[in-house]
């Protein structure tokens, strides 16, 4: 099993004086760090208007780190397909798959923020319906060497032939899953899948239950399972005292930075994301004792191996590891 660097560029907490521009300088400095010590590979999220998180761009981001290194990998955490149209992403990513020898892990979602959505002229509401459209584009421009063409409800085009070509072949992308349908779209398209275990715990009891799951929906579309990985909250502690701090700061970091951004309402909330409305709930009244490695890791480095057994005993090829600080 596989380590990562990853971080959502989250920068609001209370009384926080790190400044978005100051935030992403370091991001950088740490996805160097995390090459120079050996890490896979290095996840940077994508938010927008400084909102959840500061990094809007990625693609930016991971083709400085690109030049900079020869071995890590380099991947988005995640692409809001929605807000961008698909020709373009596909364009921007095979190119930095070929300028970077082949070391791209593509993964996309839908987000969850109407915020980032709004300004952009794009309605959360249709972003399913624009995601699973979007992803069928990307595949078909990184997997054709002809000209394509498309007509859906929300992209429509001809005799586009879209180059460079990734590197890889293919360029398997990730999807991001919260929910069955894009667990479901993952396995029909013999695509890889990335969870967020507090919410696979949520939503399908464990992150074990959620990859066989996974692997069950690959095998009856007759395909093989991919890669499946997961992100997770970290928190080495040395002590009884660091670990009740590294926990109410935990708790303090859902319901400060999470909550806000997920829909919360039932009567607002797209009926593809009603799912959050569960999740909201469940953070604005956790505690301290609700913790648990089905969602964080965190407490001593015995405890913490011992976790991540688990987790690699449940299919789990690469863990990226959120450390963060103010």
Same mark, same amino acid.
């Given at each position: 099993?596989?380590?990562?660097?990853?971080?959502?560029?989250?920068?609001?907490?209370?009384?926080?004086?790190?400044?978005?521009?100051?935030?992403? /300088?370091?991001?950088?400095?740490?996805?160097?760090?995390?090459?120079?010590?050996?890490?896979?590979?290095?996840?940077?999220?994508?938010?927008?208007?400084?909102?959840?998180?500061?990094?809007?761009? *990625?693609?930016?981001?991971?083709?400085?780190?690109?030049?900079?290194?020869?071995?890590?990998?380099?991947? *988005?955490?995640?692409?809001?397909?929605?807000?961008?149209?698909?020709?373009?992403?596909?364009?921007?990513?095979?190119?930095?798959?070929?300028?970077?020898?082949?070391?791209?892990?593509?993964?996309?979602?839908?987000?969850?923020?109407?915020?980032?959505?709004?300004?952009?002229?794009?309605?959360?509401?249709?972003?399913?319906?624009?995601?699973?459209?979007?992803?069928?584009?990307?595949?078909?421009?990184?997997?054709?060497?002809?000209?394509?063409?498309?007509?859906?409800?929300?992209?429509?085009?001809?005799?586009?032939?879209?180059?460079?070509?990734?590197?890889?072949?293919?360029?398997?992308?990730?999807?991001?899953?919260?929910?069955? *349908?894009?667990?479901?779209?993952?396995?029909?398209?013999?695509?890889?899948?990335?969870?967020?275990?507090?919410?696979?715990?949520?939503?399908?009891?464990?992150?074990?239950?959620?990859? /066989?799951?996974?692997?069950?929906?690959?095998?009856?579309?007759?395909?093989?399972?991919?890669?499946?990985?997961?992100?997770?909250?970290?928190?080495?502690?040395?002590?009884?005292?660091?670990?009740?701090?590294?926990?109410?700061?935990?708790?303090?970091?859902?319901?400060?930075?999470?909550?806000?951004?997920?829909?919360?309402?039932?009567?607002?909330?797209? *009926?593809?994301?009603?799912?959050?409305?569960?999740?909201?709930?469940?953070?604005?009244?956790?505690?301290?004792?609700?913790?648990?490695?089905?969602?964080?890791?965190?407490?001593?480095?015995?405890?913490?191996?011992?976790?991540?057994?688990?987790?690699?005993?449940?299919?789990?090829?690469?863990?990226?590891?959120?450390?963060?600080?103010?």
């Amino acid at each position: 099993m596989n380590f990562g660097y990853f971080t959502l560029s989250d920068n609001r907490y209370p009384h926080n004086r790190r400044t978005p521009e100051q935030f992403v /300088k370091e991001i950088y400095e740490q996805c160097l760090w995390a090459d120079k010590i050996g890490m896979h590979s290095a996840w940077v999220g994508e938010h927008h208007f400084n909102l959840l998180g500061v990094n809007s761009a *990625p693609h930016i981001l991971l083709a400085q780190l690109a030049g900079a290194t020869q071995r890590i990998r380099l991947a *988005p955490a995640i692409v809001v397909l929605p807000v961008h149209h698909p020709l373009l992403v596909a364009e921007e990513w095979a190119t930095l798959d070929l300028l970077s020898g082949g070391r791209v892990d593509f993964a996309a979602g839908r987000g969850y923020d109407t915020k980032e959505y709004q300004p952009l002229g794009v309605s959360l509401d249709d972003s399913l319906e624009m995601f699973k459209e979007g992803m069928d584009i990307l595949w078909q421009a990184w997997t054709s060497e002809a000209q394509i063409s498309y007509h859906g409800k929300w992209y429509r085009f001809d005799g586009v032939d879209v180059r460079p070509k990734p590197h890889q072949k293919p360029l398997r992308p990730f999807v991001a899953s919260f929910s069955r *349908p894009t667990m479901e779209m993952a396995a029909k398209n013999d695509w890889n899948i990335i969870y967020a275990p507090f919410a696979a715990a949520m939503m399908y009891g464990s992150l074990a239950e959620a990859v /066989k799951l996974y692997q069950d929906a690959c095998a009856s579309h007759g395909n093989p399972p991919r890669r499946a990985n997961c992100s997770y909250f970290i928190h080495i502690c040395d002590s009884p005292a660091d670990e009740q701090y590294a926990k109410e700061g935990m708790i303090s970091y859902f319901q400060d930075a999470l909550v806000d951004s997920f829909p919360s309402d039932l009567n607002t909330a797209p *009926p593809t994301l009603r799912y959050f409305v569960e999740i909201v709930d469940t953070l604005k009244h956790m505690d301290t004792s609700k913790l648990s490695t089905k969602s964080v890791l965190i407490g001593s480095v015995d405890h913490i191996i011992s976790a991540l057994k688990e987790v690699e005993a449940a299919g789990i090829s690469e863990v990226i590891l959120y450390f963060n600080g103010v």
